[in-house]
């Protein structure tokens, strides 16, 4: 019985270092481009967008699809990274193990 409580405890810090690193996530950030540079979008740990900048020049009335192309390319970009940032982080606490819903 004493392997269980083991294991709980171990269960227990995974759980706390867990829900830091989730805060944690929130104030990390990752940044991606499209457009060579035109396009730049932020992206949080908890896959938020922090902010959008977008170049003047890349602003056209008339091509108005193309620009929309470049903040769909960034914004999937920015969460694809802070994803992988995410998951990351994470595995340095679950030592690779794969929890779902846990990011």
Same mark, same amino acid.
């Given at each position: ?14 759980? *706390?270092?867990?829900?830091? &690193? =989730? ?7 990752? /940044? ?29 009335? *008339?091509?108005?699809?193309? &620009? =929309? ?7 999937? /970009? ?26």
């Amino acid at each position: 019985m004493q392997n269980f409580g083991n294991i709980m405890k171990q269960a227990k810090k995974i759980q *706390e270092k867990m829900a830091n &690193l =989730q805060e944690e996530l929130e104030n990390k950030t990752v /940044e991606a481009t499209a457009g060579g540079g035109m396009v730049t979008v932020v992206v949080n740990g908890k896959n938020d967008i922090v902010s959008l900048k977008i170049e003047k020049e890349v602003v056209d009335p *008339e091509d108005v699809d193309m &620009l =929309q192309d470049l903040i769909l390319a960034a914004v999937n /970009e920015g969460i694809r990274k802070a994803r992988e940032m995410s998951s990351t982080e994470m595995a340095k606490i679950t030592g690779g193990l794969n929890i779902p819903g846990m990011v």
